[in-house]
């Protein structure tokens, strides 16, 4: 059995930077529970489709959500998003081999985001 390879210090940042939201932490929340195409999820969280939208595209883009087509019984393409398994431990020790492979800011003096 095979261990998961260190997470990067990039990753981290974009899967914490990703979950610093209130709204997605509340899509995971939702879709942890059960599996939701947009309009059902947008009205259990009421929030628009389109806010909606903007936070699963990050959570799709930070591998912390999947996006499936499928067909629905009338014929029609929904897309349904479900969470993907995950589990992220932070200790000192994993922040500072993260952090040893964090991407140069660019330009001197600069910082991140």
Do not use: C, W
């Not at 610093?20 to 009421?46: C, D, I």
């Not at 929904?78 to 964090?102: D, H, Q, S, W």
Request: no cysteine.
């Amino acid at each position: 059995m095979s261990a998961e390879p260190p997470i990067t210090g990039d990753d981290l940042l974009r899967v914490l930077a990703t979950l610093a939201n209130p709204h997605r932490l509340r899509v995971v929340a939702a879709l942890a529970r059960e599996r939701a195409y947009v309009s059902r999820l947008a009205r259990e969280l009421g929030i628009s489709r389109a806010l909606l939208q903007v936070h699963l595209r990050k959570l799709t883009a930070a591998g912390l959500v999947t996006a499936r087509l499928e067909l629905s019984e009338d014929g029609r393409a929904m897309k349904y998003y479900e969470v993907n398994p995950f589990v992220f431990t932070l200790t000192p020790g994993i922040i500072m081999r993260a952090a040893e492979t964090l991407t140069p800011p660019e330009g001197p003096g600069k910082e991140r985001g």
